[in-house]
Antibody, heavy 125, light 107 residues
Framework: QVQLQQSGPGLVKPSQTLSLTCAIS??????????WNWIRQSPSKGLEWVGR?????????DYAASVKSRITINADTSKNQFSLQLKSVTPEDTAVYFC???????????????WGQGTMVTVSS | DIQMTQSPSSLSASVGDRVTITCRAN??????LNWYQQKPGRAPKLLIY???NLQSGVPSRFSGSGSGADFTLTVSSLQPEDFATYYC?????????FGQGTKVDVK
């Protein structure tokens, strides 16, 4: 059974860096059929995909344009986990952050089938 | 970005009702469309993938249809545990995008 366990602080000061980690059990961060994503949810923006990392002989990343200049998603194969770093945060980054697995469900179509428990991150001084 | 629009934004229904939620993309996305259910304080749960395929473990009262730009999620007979918010999500392009959600509450 695949599970994702999130960890990281719930309060970050403006201009600082938001850091979250997602530990994977039951699958591998290096899987060739999965991508590892971060999605956030706020009342103002709803569900917002922010980025992903995945391995297909090499490591690849994709990021949402809204955060592209500030975001890094990394995989740690030794710990079988992936992480989110979001720099220079503002109150607009306040949201519940979810890590998720996107897996191939049919053909080349992906779905977010496994989700972490969510972390409420508040950006405030 | 591909924009997903759901309707209605909310609806009130009773146990046993047939409920239909629609989702429209602003461009064709073939069948690259998934549906999720979310309850308060919980992560979304995958219900339907590739527009019409039931995820393992999801009750058969849930069904999906559509292709191209217009999609539908139907609950054939609403059960008490189905009161929740439902989201569509396109997996055709990057960035992945979601509809704004449809909240189903008790009439």
């Amino acid at each position: 059974q695949v599970q994702l366990q999130q960890s990281g602080p719930g309060l970050v000061k403006p201009s600082q860096t938001l850091s979250l980690t997602c530990a994977i059990s039951g699958d591998s961060v290096s899987s060739n059929t999965a991508a590892w994503n971060w999605i956030r949810q706020s009342p103002s923006k709803g569900l917002e995909w922010v980025g992903r990392t995945y391995y297909r002989s090499n490591w690849y990343n994709d990021y949402a344009a809204s955060v592209k200049s500030r975001i890094t998603i990394n995989a740690d194969t030794s710990k079988n986990q992936f992480s989110l770093q979001l720099k220079s945060v503002t109150p607009e980054d306040t949201a519940v952050y979810f890590c998720t697995r996107a897996t191939v469900v049919t053909g080349i179509l992906y779905a977010f089938d496994i989700w972490g428990q969510g972390t409420m991150v508040t950006v405030s001084s | 970005d591909i924009q997903m629009t759901q309707s209605p934004s909310s609806l009130s229904a009773s146990v046993g009702d047939r409920v239909t939620i629609t989702c429209r993309a602003n461009q064709g996305i073939n069948n690259y469309l998934n549906w999720y259910q979310q309850k308060p304080g919980r992560a979304p749960k995958l219900l339907i993938y590739a527009a019409s395929n039931l995820q393992s473990g999801v009750p058969s009262r849930f069904s999906g249809s559509g292709s191209g730009a217009d999609f539908t999620l139907t609950v054939s007979s609403l059960q008490p545990e189905d009161f929740a918010t439902y989201y569509c999500q396109q997996t055709y392009g990057i960035p992945r995008t979601f509809g704004q959600g449809t909240k189903v509450d008790v009439k």
